[in-house]
């Protein structure tokens, strides 16, 4: 059985709290904002997940693969939102 979208999220909440401390970013982000990106990052660290190593390699929870797919989409999506905002304060 595949994870759901309610998984994700909450590898999502996760995730984006590690792609944060790994970022190490001067403008600390508020919390709410820095779930969002790993929400946002955990589904699409699924979505790549699945196209390159298949969906059916991306069950169950505990899977290794699950939570590297996520941190890797959470970092993605942390990169992209400091890329766009630079040089703006942090919310």
């Known amino acids: 059985m595949s994870l759901s979208w309610i998984s994700w999220i909450i590898i999502g909440l996760i995730v984006g709290l ?18 969002i990106l790993g929400i946002v990052g955990g589904i699409l660290g699924g979505w790549i997940g699945g196209l390159i190593i298949g969906p059916e390699s991306l069950q169950g929870f505990f899977n290794i693969w699950v939570w590297l797919f996520a941190l890797v989409g959470a970092l993605i999506v942390t990169a992209i939102y400091e890329a766009v905002t630079r040089g703006r304060k942090a919310p």
Do not use: E, V, Y
């Open 18 to 35: 590690i792609a944060q401390a790994i970022t190490k970013d001067k403008r600390k982000h508020p919390l709410w904002l820095t779930i």
